[in-house]
């Protein structure tokens, strides 16, 4: 590790045995075991967060190259921002803050204030992206749009998943009432997603809907491959 970094990690160490004995010698036998476990948590720390900051990147892409131009919707709070973005012309970084903001409040309470915070950074995160990040538009083919725009926003949902975070805040709705209902989160996602393509057809058209149950089940199928991993997806 880099020994500057190192040397911060040491004085760190040494601070807080200090704090907790603060009468007694700190001998570098004591520093070098808190020094490693600052070590561990620090290269987690950089791991999560450059997952989410992938995972944003990413979600940004399918969102601005994929869907935004295309006016199609998905499930979930993105769904609900982009069909909000629709109807009202205002823009979708800001309608992504907005909707997801009820489930943050939520995940605080449900969860803990670590993993609403870090959300809370992570949707923050893509509001800017989308906001200031100009992607190209990829392609006018609506099969290309479903499919592609679905895969590279899972794969932005599922990154930030494994960041320690979420970038869609129905998962933490589904979570709740869940545990409130007797329903499974699949359950919940279903009908919450169902609610929302409905709206979609009444509102844009039902070609569009159907379009965003595509998009729907390639995004649900990629966050699955990237939480769960290679292995359980296929199978083995």
């Known amino acids: 590790m880099n020994s500057f970094i190192s040397k911060l990690l040491f004085t760190i160490a040494r601070k807080k045995l ?13 520093i070098v075991p808190l020094v490693r476990t600052l070590q561990v948590e620090l290269t987690h720390a950089i791991k999560e967060y450059l997952f989410i900051s992938v995972g944003v990147f990413s979600a940004g892409f399918g969102l601005k190259g994929f869907l935004l ?8 709070a993105t769904g609900i921002s982009l069909l909000l973005e ?3 012309h205002i823009d979708l970084s800001y309608m992504l803050l907005i909707v997801n903001l009820p489930f943050l409040i939520l995940a605080s309470k449900i969860f803990n204030v670590k993993f609403a915070l870090r959300s809370v950074a992570a949707i923050t995160f893509l509001a800017l992206v989308v906001h200031y ?21 899972g794969l932005g949902i599922g990154m930030a998943m494994r960041g320690g975070s979420v970038i869609d805040g129905t ?5 709740w009432l869940s ?16 609610i929302i393509f409905s709206f979609g057809a009444y509102i844009l058209t039902i070609e569009i809907a159907l379009y965003a149950i595509l998009t729907y089940l390639a995004a649900a199928k990629t966050v699955d491959f990237v939480v769960d991993g290679v292995e359980e997806y296929v199978g083995v």
């Not at 190209?136 to 590279?152: M, Q, R, S």
């Not at 998962?171 to 979570?175: K, Y």
């Open 171 to 175: 998962e933490v709705l589904a979570i």
């Open 179 to 194: 545990r409130k209902l007797s329903l499974t989160i699949g359950d919940v996602l279903l009908i919450t997603n169902i």
């Open 86 to 88: 629709n109807i009202t």
């Open 133 to 153: 990040v100009d992607y190209p538009t990829i392609t006018d083919d609506k099969l290309l749009i479903a499919v592609f725009g679905g895969f590279f926003l």
């Open 69 to 76: 131009p295309n006016r199609f919707i998905d499930g979930g």
């Open 18 to 30: 200090e704090g907790k004995n603060a009468t007694t010698p700190i001998s570098k036998k004591q």
